[in-house]
């Protein structure tokens, strides 16, 4: 991770009977946001056995690629159907949002860590 990049971590808990719809969302708004969104560098959806939670790890090049993101079709159509049969259970930034998106992320209540040391080939 570069000293700009933020990563997302958010833990999602999938709605009774609703997994087979978040699965179709999930992979709609996957193919949406890496055709249209460049400086979203990883965006990966990791499902429990038991498929009731869901990891989502997103990787932006800085805090502006989060706010496109977050403008974007995929965002704006997709996500609010995601929130319809799930829920965020857990949110976790690392790395150095700017001040901006720092007050914009406090809706979610995250637990941010900052990038201090390390690196990645």
Excluded: W
Excluded at 23 to 43: F, H, W
Excluded at 81 to 108: A, C, H
């Amino acid at each position: 991770m570069t000293q700009d990049q933020i990563e997302f971590r958010a833990e999602f808990t999938v709605h009774e009977g609703k997994i087979e719809e978040y699965k179709k969302l999930v992979q709609d708004m996957s193919r949406l946001v890496k055709a249209n969104e460049p400086d979203t560098i990883g965006y990966q959806f990791y499902l429990n056995s038991s498929e009731t939670k869901c990891i989502v790890s997103e990787t932006y090049a800085n805090s502006e690629a989060v706010f496109a993101h977050s403008n974007g079709v995929a965002s704006q159509t997709i996500l609010p159907k995601i929130f319809n049969v799930s829920r965020i259970s857990r949110f976790e930034v690392y790395g150095n949002p700017s001040e901006e998106l720092q007050r914009v992320l406090t809706s979610f209540s995250p637990e941010t860590y900052i990038l201090f040391a390390g690196f990645i080939r």
